[in-house]
């Protein structure tokens, strides 16, 4: 496609099941990025991937989250035993090279709602 | 450490008017600040960018400057219009090769 793809659109959950959410980059880029975005606030850090390694997990908030890259290309965020403060806006992101020093394009994310 | 700070949180303007939204940067690292614009509901996009080996850049109505030594960067908006309306966030690049964000800035710009 000509954009990132991220999908669900939508998720509504409740508390304690787990949920995947899904990136597909913009064909060719080698960094991927995950950051969350809750009502109203800033673009919190998650993970960053070059090819389908993850030089920096600082950003996930528990041992519940999780993320893999496999073939250089789609990317998964995986929470377990989601908790109400985990609703939010997922928001994935690609780049042609990795470096931080390139625009990233962004998905429409994934908005997740715990009940 | 990484931490941008963004200021204000909150920038309310007369169309025609100029804006100015400020960062602040920790990281001496830093060499890539770019400023992405996220209209409502909307996803974040890149409006202008500025690497640590300029000073300033523009590009029509929008310009960025940067001080490294005092580490701070700014965006301007000049001849603002309604359609500027948005949350617009800073950003740094830290050692790490990763894109950290400010809090963001809500504009609006009033007809």
């Known amino acids: 496609g000509a954009g990132v793809s991220q999908s669900p659109s939508n998720k509504v959950t409740e508390k304690g099941k787990d949920v995947e959410l899904r990136c597909d980059p913009i064909?060719?880029?080698?960094?991927l990025y995950w950051y969350r975005q809750s009502l109203g606030q800033g673009l919190e850090f998650l993970i960053y991937?070059?090819?389908?390694?993850?030089?920096?997990k600082s950003g996930l908030p528990s041992d519940r989250f999780s993320a893999e890259r496999t073939g250089g290309s789609v990317s998964t965020l995986t929470i377990q035993r989601t908790q109400q403060e985990d609703s939010a806006v997922y928001l994935c992101?690609?780049?042609?090279?990795?470096?931080?020093?390139?625009?990233?394009?962004f998905g429409e994310g994934s908005r997740l709602t715990v009940l | 450490g990484e931490n941008v700070e963004q200021h204000p949180s909150t920038l309310s303007v007369q169309e025609g008017d100029s804006a100015v939204i400020k960062c602040t940067y920790s990281?001496?690292?830093?060499?890539?600040f770019p400023w992405y614009k996220q209209e409502l509901g909307k996803r974040p996009q890149l409006i202008i960018d500025?690497?640590?080996?300029?000073g300033e850049k523009k590009d029509q109505r929008i310009a960025v400057t940067l001080n490294k030594t005092a580490k701070h960067f700014s965006l301007h908006i000049t001849e603002t219009q309604p359609e500027d309306s948005a949350v617009y966030f800073c950003?740094?690049?830290?050692?790490?090769?990763?894109?950290?964000f400010g809090t963001g800035t809500r504009l609006l710009v009033s007809p």
């Open positions: 992101a690609s780049s042609l090279a990795g470096g931080a020093d390139g625009e990233l394009f």
């Open positions: 064909s060719g880029h080698t960094a």
């Open positions: 991937f070059q090819g389908n390694s993850a030089p920096d």
């Open positions: 990281d001496s690292a830093s060499n890539y």
């Open positions: 500025i690497r640590s080996n300029v």
């Open positions: 950003a740094e690049n830290t050692g790490f090769q990763k894109l950290v």
